[in-house]
């Protein structure tokens, strides 16, 4: 199982940037996707959420409006679209995909990509 991010790095406030995720080794279409996000010193903080059936998405309230969150299943990849970047929005992105089935449930984790808001 991996999960890969990519295009993280350094942007001026108010730009903007896309994170993908690529994922290989499970059925991606059934799992639920996540994007989470750790600032220094701070727990990791769920970002926003795309579902399996549906593609149902939610949002931090800290990004809403700004961040949107998408799937393509065709490419076993999830997006994570990120405009109007704050100082704030600094952090250690990661992709996180999770699925319960028969009461257990299945989580898998990216590595992370940095994301630096900074004029």
């Known amino acids: 199982v991996r999960l890969v991010e990519s295009g993280g790095g350094l942007m001026q406030p108010g730009g903007s940037l896309r994170l993908s995720c690529a994922a290989s080794?499970?059925?991606?279409?059934?799992?639920?996707m996540n994007w989470y996000r750790q600032a220094p010193g701070k727990e990791r903080e769920l970002v926003a959420v795309?579902?399996?059936?549906?593609?149902?998405?939610n949002y931090t309230d800290s990004v809403k409006g700004r961040f949107t969150i998408s799937r393509d299943d065709a490419k076993n990849t999830v997006y994570l679209q990120m405009n109007s970047l704050k100082p704030e929005d600094t952090a250690v992105y990661f992709c996180?995909?999770?699925?319960?089935?028969?009461?257990?449930?299945?989580?898998?984790w990216g590595q992370g990509t940095q994301v630096t808001v900074s004029s």
């Open positions: 080794g499970f059925t991606f279409s059934r799992y639920a």
């Open positions: 996180n995909a999770r699925r319960t089935y028969n009461q257990k449930t299945f989580e898998y």
């Open positions: 795309i579902s399996s059936v549906g593609s149902r998405t």
